[in-house]
C-alpha cells in the first residue's frame, strides 16, 4: 500500500516537472499578451516560433 503510493506520487511529481515549460510559457505568453503590462509593438506573432522554443525547451 504504501510503496503503490510512493509509486504513484514519483510519477505525479515526475509528470509535473516535465510539464514545467509548459507551465512557464502559459504564463509568460499570458503576462506578454494578455495582461496588458507590456505594450505589443507589432501584432503578427507566429505561434510556431513558440511552439518550437516550448518544444525545444521540453527536450532539453
Known sequence: MIR????YLGFLLRVITLLLPLFAFA???YIRFGSGLIPLVSTDVDARDYFGLL?????V
Open 4 to 7: 503503490r503510493r510512493l509509486n
Open 55 to 59: 518544444f525545444y525547451a521540453t527536450l
Open 27 to 29: 504564463i509568460a505568453g
